[in-house]
């Protein structure tokens, strides 16, 4: 980065008396910056803060089980000022907790940390334990940092700053078998108290928040903080409401959310859920019909406040675009998916992208409908060709379905049966596993995580044919005003992504055959992009991984000025990097704020040469590997003068 800042000496010394360092060798953290400083001369000029880099760590081995078995971080950041001289920053890890953990609830009792609960937000026990203990989730995903203007929290020392927290799923029960999906997703919020000198962040209060008004929560994975400062949610992998009759895994969360499984509605869920923090530490929740019903990944709102570009982590997923009728608004507007017009098919591939229009509405309209339509209201899908050519062809999840939209539903369609209906409008529906989105909104480019480059993405079946790795890619979408959809009608955002293409860095590398560790994919490069966020100020954009292909997922940084990449941290085996959110200032401090899932979640073909050594280190640090952490990376300056 080139960032030119207050050249003031005051300032400088602000930014050395309030910078959250660790001690360097050889001498104190703050010494060492005087010393680039010039020392005590206060005739001199102060040096400028030019630019920002990080020195990688190398990947853990089983020379260093340890390392392999918990959150490893051996990097650093060096900041260069404009008399030439670098000064070091060591990162490391802190958390806050490990799920399963009883902590504060802020008025002298505590709470189940993680901890699950029903429509009527009562806990929900697991009854394949002899105690009835309550289920806790092993991982915790989505992370937004947030600062209010007047908190009222009691017991803070330092500054109020909040966390949301959301849990995706808990792998297992005691007995040992699946929980996936079937569980109600609970959010809460962290009240933390932030030192004022070092920047440390330490947990005062875990607030678990009320879900019931959103119908509770399915499967919230990535999310993000809004420009106006709340945090969005996801839910992915939607129900298909067409065999919902079949579908245990739904008819299971059901039973844990309402106590009938029958009584959740497939059509409440795939949305996306907004949390507002509020002053005292609690907080309210409330979903978003309109913004399509798909596998809700991880949203960015541009800075326009209106624009939205939307994750879908699906088989045959596609790009989605929303822009909001009014700013700071995500309760109205216009929905569209992207259709991919290819230039090339090596690593990922590139294309130009143009803009179906899928419909507009409003959040109440569309819960109105979700509320009172079943599937067979609105469309007839058939998995066989019926040979009538009143359907339509489709991909979906990875086969053919055969469709026709019901007379009048069109709306419903869009909104409700999202990925069947942008397909039948011409939308490209060929993308496998895409994850993460973020903006550098400098240089109005957006970021897009794709995790796997597998069938549906190779074979043509929803528009895409590329060649790429099975580790996966990061593309680039450069970003444009004065767009029209493919009707010719002009599209309200100046922030319309144009193309796509692979960024040459961020391309992973999948091995022949595995190497000593184990790993099927070069540990030196990305592999299963997941997470993604990008630091305006570092001009770093954070990558988080949730590879099948690495012994150990990684937490990469990627400068997007000098296109180097820097590994910055390693989860412990079997865990994916989760709760990526990079904050560039919260009261003057820089945050990374990193969680990870199901630590020792064993693939015999990925693990089988560390698994024998690392299994009983994982269980001793993750209460037998039902528990992961929530934290964040420290050590990094703060970034803002006054």
């Known amino acids: 980065m080139t960032e030119q800042l207050d050249p003031s000496r005051r300032s400088l010394l602000k930014f050395l008396s309030s910078a959250p360092l660790l001690p360097l060798a050889g001498g104190s953290a703050t010494a060492a910056l005087l010393a680039a400083c010039g020392g005590g001369d206060t005739a001199s000029p102060a040096p400028q803060l030019m ?10 081995t089983l020379a260093n089980a340890a390392a392999m078995a918990t959150t490893s971080v051996a990097s650093s950041m060096q900041a260069l000022y404009s008399d030439g001289k670098t000064v070091p920053y060591s990162l490391a890890y802190q958390t806050f907790f490990i799920t399963g953990a009883q902590v504060s609830n802020g008025s002298g009792g ?23 203990r309550q289920f806790f989730s092993d991982c915790p995903d989505g992370t937004s940092l947030i600062k209010l203007a007047s908190p009222t929290v009691s017991g803070i020392k330092g500054n109020t700053v909040f966390a ?3 849990f995706e799923y808990t792998t297992r029960n005691v007995a040992g078998s699946s929980m996936y999906g079937m569980l109600p997703s609970p959010i809460a919020i962290l009240t933390l108290d932030q030192d004022k000198t070092t920047g440390a962040l330490s947990l005062v209060k875990y607030h678990n928040v009320d879900t019931s008004p959103a119908n509770g929560l399915w499967i919230t994975c990535g999310a ?23 579908n245990t895994q739904f008819a299971n969360f059901s039973t844990n959310l309402y106590g009938d499984a029958t009584k959740a509605n497939p059509y409440h869920y795939g949305h996306l859920p907004e949390i507002t923090v509020n002053p005292d530490g609690t907080g309210s929740c ?36 929303f822009v909001a009728d009014k700013a700071q608004d995500l309760s109205s507007g216009t929905l569209y998916v992207a259709k991919w017009t290819q230039k090339t098919a090596d690593n990922g591939g590139s294309a130009t992208l143009t803009w179906i229009k899928l ?3 409003t959040s109440a309209e569309i819960k109105a409908l979700a509320d009172s339509l079943k599937a067979a209201d609105i469309i007839d899908v058939k998995t066989a060709d019926p040979a009538d050519t009143s359907y339509t062809k489709i991909p979906f999840s990875g086969k053919s379905n055969w469709i026709k939209i019901k007379s009048g539903m069109d709306k419903a369609a869009a909104f409700l049966e999202t990925h069947r209906y942008a397909a039948y409008k011409g939308g490209s529906l060929g993308f496998t596993k895409m994850e993460g989105t973020t903006v550098n909104a400098k240089d109005k480019i957006a970021y897009t995580a794709m995790s796997y480059i597998q069938a549906a993405m190779t074979n043509g079946s929803g528009g895409i044919s590329v060649k790429g790795p099975n580790a996966g890619v990061v593309y680039a979408l450069n970003l444009k005003s004065g767009q029209t959809d493919t009707s010719g009608t002009a599209i309200n955002s100046e922030w319309v992504p144009v193309d796509m293409a692979a960024v040459p860095a961020l391309v992973g590398e999948d091995l022949t055959t595995a ?7 070069n540990p030196d490069k990305i592999a299963n992009p997941d997470n993604i966020k990008f630091s305006e100020k570092l001009r770093t954009l954070f990558i988080g991984e949730d590879s099948g292909l690495h012994v150990n997922n990684f937490l990469w940084g ?17 865990a994916e990097s989760t709760g990526l959110h990079a904050v560039d200032d919260i009261n003057g401090f820089a945050y990374i704020m990193s969680n990870f899932q199901h630590p020792g979640d064993w693939d015999s073909a990925l693990h089988g040469k560390v698994q024998t050594t690392l299994d009983p280190l994982i269980r001793a640090n993750y209460r037998d590997r039902y528990g992961a952490a929530v934290g964040y990376i420290t050590g990094f300056p703060g970034l803002t003068f006054s």
């Open 51 to 60: 630019s920002v880099s990080f020195s990688g760590m190398a990947a853990p």
């Open 286 to 321: 409330k979903k978003h019909y309109c913004l399509g019903r798909i596998s809700h990944e991880l949203i960015q709102v541009m800075p326009d406040e209106r624009t939205a570009l939307m994750g879908d982590d699906a088989t045959n997923g596609g790009l989605f675009m």
């Open 558 to 574: 990627y400068n997007v000025d000098t296109k180097t990449l820097t590994r910055i941290l390693s989860t412990p085996s079997g």
């Open 359 to 361: 419909g507009s509405a």
């Open 110 to 132: 505590t709470i189940l940390a993680g901890g699950y609960y029903d429509i009527n937000n009562k806990a929900i026990l697991d009854s394949t334990d002899a105690n009835k």
């Open 515 to 521: 190497d000593a560790l184990g790993n099927l994919a």
């Open 164 to 166: 949301v927290v959301q």
């Open 224 to 246: 993000s903080r809004s420009p106006w400062n709340t945090h969005l949610s996801s839910e992915e992998y939607e129900p298909d409401a067409t065999v919902i009759s079949t």
